[in-house]
Structures are given as structure tokens and as C-alpha cells.
T-cell receptor, first 116, second 112 residues
Framework: DVKVTQSSRYLVKRTGEKVFLECVQDMDHENMFWYRQDPGLGLRLIYFSYDVKMKEKGDIPEGYSVSREKKERFSLILESASTNQTSMYLC???????????????FGNGTRLTVT | DQQVKQNSPSLSVQEGRISILNCDYTNSMFDYFLWYKKYPAEGPTFLISISSIKDKNEDGRFTVFLNKSAKHLSLHIVPSQPGDSAVYFCAASPSNDYKLSFGAGTTVTVRA
């Protein structure tokens, strides 16, 4: 069974801090994604990576960057945390196989980030 | 602007009855649709999908219906069980695109 692990369940950071959110998957998946979930807005794509060292902006990339140095790990970086980045952050992965590009994603359990 | 809309934030249903969740989309390029289920403190898990070449897909108690002309899909859960209490997200994309657009979610509560 696919396991996507996010390193922290809860984080509290101060405005202006640099924040790293880590995600590891154990199924050798090529594609990895970072979403944020906010009430009334659903899940919005921040960044995705279709392979190692490859990345592409999602719908709301402002204030974020990502790093994918190894296939199993995808990091989300908040360069200078702000209060409007308080949210639930969800990492997901997907293998590139016989299915369509949008075959189901496997999600981690999320990191609840609070910026004060 | 959200391209996938779930206009009902919540739904309460008696155990054993049918739950009907609705989803509307605006992008005519969308041709692949998925439903995800999310429990508190867990990530979303895939539930069921449908491509635009079909108008219905069934998996056990879960059936998804697609009306392309109305840009509308619905998820039916029959019969509803207490374990179905969760947030349900509708998602859509063009079939050749990595990116999924999600709705805001509908919270389903199944009453015993």
C-alpha cells in the first residue's frame, strides 16, 4: 500500500520565518504535489513535480518554493511565512503508469501550519 | 475563480437512506472526474472516478452520474452508513493534464 508521510502534523511558526514542510513517499512515484486546504475553497494546488529536479507552478505558487532532489522526497518552502499562509498543507503522489495523467492521487495526512 | 463547485457545504442523512452529493463545473475541457473522501486528521482518499465517455460508474454502494450537457455530476451513496460521515471532494481535469481542480467539499453526516 502506498504511504505518503508528512514529517509534522502540527507546526506553529512566527511571521517572517522560513518554513520547511517535508513529504516522503515510498512507492517510487514520479509525480508529487503540494496542496493547501482552506474552508470554503477546497484543495488548491501550490506546486507539483513530475520527476526529480522538475517542478511546475500550480494555481497559487506565490510565497512558496519547492525542492525535489530525490525521487521520494518533495519539500515545500515558505520563504517568509505570513499569517495568510496559515492552512492545512497536503502532500500527494502518483505513479506514471498505464493510467491517465490524472489517475488517483495518494495523499499524506496533512500538516496544520499556524503562522502567528 | 473556482472551476469546480460544490454548492452544498453540508448534508445530513439518516442511516440506510440515500446520500446525494452534487458538483458543477465550468471548464468544458474537463473530461475526467473523481470523488475523494476525507476523514478528520487524515488525507483525502480516492473513492470513485468517471470519464466523459460514460454517464454512470458504479462501485458497490457508490455511483457517480455525469451529465456533460449540464456540466454536472453527482455521487450517490446507497445505503448510507455511519462510516460514510466525512468530507467529500469533487475533482476534475482534462484527461491529458496533471492538474486536478477541486471543489470546496461537502460534509456528510450520517445519523444513526
Amino acid at each position: 500500500d502506498v504511504k505518503v508521510t508528512q514529517s509534522s502534523r502540527y507546526l506553529v511558526k512566527r511571521t517572517g520565518e522560513k518554513v520547511f514542510l517535508e513529504c516522503v513517499q515510498d512507492m517510487d512515484h514520479e509525480n508529487m504535489f503540494w496542496y493547501r486546504q482552506d474552508p470554503g475553497l477546497g484543495l488548491r494546488l501550490i506546486y507539483f513535480s513530475y520527476d526529480v529536479k522538475m517542478k511546475e507552478k500550480g494555481d497559487i505558487p506565490e510565497g512558496y518554493s519547492v525542492s525535489r532532489e530525490k525521487k521520494e522526497r518533495f519539500s515545500l518552502i515558505l520563504e517568509s511565512a505570513s499569517t495568510n499562509q496559515t492552512s492545512m498543507y497536503l502532500c500527494a503522489s502518483r505513479g506514471v503508469g498505464a493510467g491517465p495523467p490524472n489517475s488517483p492521487l495518494h495523499f499524506g495526512n496533512g500538516t496544520r501550519l499556524t503562522v502567528t | 475563480d473556482q472551476q469546480v463547485k460544490q454548492n452544498s457545504p453540508s448534508l445530513s442523512v439518516q442511516e440506510g437512506r440515500i446520500s446525494i452529493l452534487n458538483c458543477d463545473y465550468t471548464n468544458s475541457m474537463f473530461d475526467y472526474f473523481l470523488w475523494y473522501k476525507k476523514y478528520p486528521a487524515e488525507g483525502p482518499t480516492f473513492l470513485i472516478s468517471i470519464s466523459s465517455i460514460k454517464d454512470k460508474n458504479e462501485d458497490g454502494r457508490f455511483t457517480v452520474f455525469l451529465n456533460k450537457s449540464a456540466k454536472h455530476l453527482s455521487l450517490h451513496i446507497v445505503p448510507s452508513q455511519p462510516g460514510d460521515s466525512a468530507v467529500y471532494f469533487c475533482a476534475a481535469s482534462p484527461s491529458n493534464d496533471y492538474k486536478l481542480s477541486f471543489g470546496a467539499g461537502t460534509t456528510v453526516t450520517v445519523r444513526a
